[in-house]
């Protein structure tokens, strides 16, 4: 990775859970459950997108009870900047469900570096190179 | 600008107090007793609910993953790796 000048940067490196790595979690991923528990004693965030806690929550209902109650996650709006971007992704081909995730995950000012994002499905990532992906085993 | 300065602007901007702009900030920033009952709540949902046997090692091992995060070591495709 490229060197960060952590002097310039606005909040703290983090990462965004796609959908599948949302439903990993609900099947009880050790990786992401030590990750969630660490966070919450530091106050630090680990978010997801409106679209992938609605196509998570589709495959498993029951998941929104659970991501609801684990405070460290917050879950990025499908506000119109990224509604307007993920719809481009959606329009080039992106499945819906990861469009979000590429939207928000991109450097912008409030994430100079990018989120990273966390899922089961590397390969879905891989026409968008701008976006950091952890494959989570 | 000073730090007084930059409050005082903040806060004529939102009408609001400089004493009420403190408290705010304030109150959305979570004390060490706070962030202390709040990972009991979260490792306690996470045992009812994902991981019964999470224990102070997973928590453990939660830090090093953090850290991994922040320095830059987490293994990654694609961004800046690239």
């Known amino acids: 990775m ?5 002097s310039t940067r606005i909040y703290p490196q983090t990462v965004l859970l796609d959908s599948s790595a949302l439903l990993a979690l609900g099947a009880g991923n050790q990786w992401l459950s030590r990750l969630l528990g660490a966070a919450a004693g530091r106050d630090l965030k680990v978010f997801t997108t409106a679209l992938c806690l609605t196509a998570a929550v589709a495959e498993r209902p029951l998941l929104a009870d659970h991501i609801g109650g684990l405070a460290p ?4 709006d499908l506000t119109y900047s990224s ?9 080039n081909g992106i499945n819906w469900r990861h469009a979000q995730a ?3 995950a991109r450097p912008s000012l409030e994430w100079p570096d990018g989120l990273t994002i966390v899922t089961t499905e590397p390969q879905a990532y891989t026409a968008h190179k701008e976006v950091r992906v952890h494959h989570l085993n | 600008m000073q ?33 202390q009952q709040r990972q009991a709540e979260t490792v306690a949902f996470i045992r009812v609910h994902l991981v019964p046997g999470f224990n102070d090692e997973d928590l453990a091992a939660g830090e090093e993953i953090w850290e991994s995060i922040h320095s830059g070591t987490l293994p990654v ?5 690239a």
């Open chain 1, 2 to 6: 490229s060197e960060i000048d952590d």
């Open chain 1, 73 to 76: 996650i917050a879950v990025l």
């Open chain 1, 83 to 91: 509604a307007s971007v993920s719809g481009t992704l959606i329009a």
């Open chain 1, 102 to 104: 590429v939207a928000d």
């Open chain 2, 3 to 35: 730090v007084r300065d930059r409050l005082a602007v903040l806060a004529a901007e939102r009408d609001m107090t400089m004493r009420d702009l403190l408290k705010q900030l304030a109150d959305a920033t979570p004390t060490q007793a706070e962030l």
């Open chain 2, 77 to 81: 495709i694609g961004g800046s790796a």
